[in-house]
C-alpha cells in the first residue's frame, strides 16, 4: 500500500512540477491565451486517440487469451489493458504492466496464473516487435529532417536496442527455467524474512510449478497465420494511436503552413521512447526536458503548453482512467466474495 501511495505521489507531483513549469515560462495571462486560442476539437481527438491506443492494447490481450479461455468477453480484455497500462506508467521502466496484467487475470478472470502469464508475455513479444518495427521504419524515413544533439540520438538507438534485448528475453523465457525458478524462490525467502508473506516454503513450491507450467504452454501455444496477423495489425494500431495524439494536438494551435504527419510522428516516436526506458515511473523529468529538445521545432512558441497537454492526454488521463476502472473492479470483486 505504501508503495502504491510513493507512486502516484511521485506522479501527482509530475503533474504538480509540469504545471507550475508552465506557468512560469508563460506567465498568467500569456498562457490564458494560448489555452483559449486552442482548438480542443483536435485535443478531444488526441484524447480519443490515447483511448483507442489502450482498446487496441485490450484487443491483442484478447486476441491471445480466446487460446486459453474461449468464451473470455472483449470487455474484461480491455479494462485488463487500461488496468495493466495505468501500473506500467506509475512503475520503472513500465514493469507494472506485466504484473498488473497478471494479476488482473488470475485474481478477477479466473485464468491461471501460468496461463495468465503466457498471454501477457506473448502480447509483449507481439508487442515489442511491433513496437520495433513502427519506431524503425518511422525514424529511417524522417531522421534526415531533425538536427539533434548526438546525445538525442544515442539515447534513442539505447532505447531501440533496450526493446531488441527485451524481446529476446522474452523469447527465451521458456528455456531458463531453473534461473527463474531461482530467482523466485530468493524472492519469496527475501520477502519472508521480511515478514511480507507468510508460508514461503508453500508459495515458492506453488512458483515453481507454475513456471513448469509456463515453460510447457509457451512452448505450445500456436496462434495461427490469421490469429498473428490480427495480433500484429492491433499492436501496431496502439502504437500508431499514441503517437497520433501529438499530431492532433498541434492541429489545434492552427499552424500556418503545416509540417509533415511523419515528421511530427517521429519526433513523439523518440520521446515515447524516452519514457519507455526512464526508470522513473511515467519519465517524469526526463521525458517533459527531452519533449523541450525533440519537439521545439515542431510546436514553436507553442512548446510550453503543447508539452502540458501532450502529457495529460498520453500519461495523467491513462493513469487516472485506469486507476478508476481497478477501483470499481476490486470493489465489484469484493462483492461477490461476500
Excluded at 484524447?47 to 474484461?76: N, W
Excluded at 508487442?127 to 538525442?152: C, E, G, M
Excluded at 492552427?254 to 520521446?271: A, D, E, F, K, R
Amino acid at each position: 500500500m505504501k508503495k502504491k501511495i510513493i507512486q502516484i505521489a511521485i506522479i501527482a507531483t509530475g503533474l504538480t512540477a509540469l504545471i507550475a513549469y508552465v506557468f512560469k515560462k508563460e506567465g498568467v495571462r500569456q498562457l490564458w491565451d494560448k489555452l483559449c486560442s486552442v482548438d480542443y476539437w483536435y485535443v478531444t481527438l488526441a484524447l480519443l486517440c490515447m483511448i483507442a491506443s489502450l482498446i487496441f492494447d485490450g484487443i491483442c490481450i484478447h486476441i491471445v487469451r480466446l487460446k486459453f479461455q474461449p468464451e473470455a468477453g472483449l470487455c474484461s480484455s480491455m479494462q485488463c489493458g487500461f488496468i495493466s497500462t495505468a501500473l506500467g506508467y506509475v512503475t520503472p521502466f513500465q514493469a507494472g504492466y506485466v504484473a498488473g496484467a497478471i494479476a488482473y487475470l488470475s485474481s478477477n478472470q479466473g485464468m491461471k496464473p501460468s496461463d495468465a502469464s503466457v498471454v501477457t508475455l506473448v502480447k509483449l513479444i507481439y508487442y515489442t516487435i511491433a513496437a520495433i518495427v513502427t519506431h524503425v521504419i518511422l525514424i529511417i524515413f524522417n531522421a534526415s529532417q531533425f538536427d539533434f544533439a548526438p546525445i538525442i540520438w544515442v539515447i534513442t538507438a539505447v532505447g531501440i536496442g533496450f526493446s531488441v534485448i527485451y524481446m529476446l528475453f522474452l523469447m527465451m523465457v521458456s528455456k531458463f527455467q531453473k534461473p527463474i525458478a531461482a530467482i523466485a524462490v530468493a524472492l519469496f525467502r527475501f520477502a519472508g524474512r521480511l515478514h511480507i508473506i507468510k508460508h514461503q516454503d508453500r508459495l515458492s513450491w506453488k512458483a515453481k510449478v507454475e513456471i513448469h507450467n509456463l515453460k510447457t504452454k509457451l512452448s505450445r501455444i500456436h496462434l495461427g497465420f490469421k490469429s498473428s496477423c490480427l495480433l500484429m495489425l492491433a499492436c501496431i494500431g496502439s502504437f500508431m494511436a499514441v503517437y497520433f495524439v501529438s499530431w492532433f494536438i498541434y492541429l489545434s494551435f492552427h499552424p500556418s503552413s503545416q509540417l509533415s504527419l511523419g515528421y511530427v510522428l517521429t519526433g513523439n516516436v523518440i520521446c515515447q521512447v524516452i519514457q519507455q526506458i526512464s526508470p522513473i515511473p511515467g519519465g517524469i523529468g526526463i521525458v517533459d526536458t527531452a519533449f523541450t529538445q525533440i519537439m521545439n521545432r515542431i510546436y514553436g512558441s507553442n512548446l510550453n503548453v503543447a508539452m502540458l497537454l501532450w502529457r495529460i492526454a498520453s500519461l495523467y488521463m491513462v493513469i487516472l482512467i485506469g486507476l478508476i476502472i481497478l477501483t470499481f473492479s476490486k470493489k465489484r470483486q469484493d462483492k461477490a466474495l461476500h
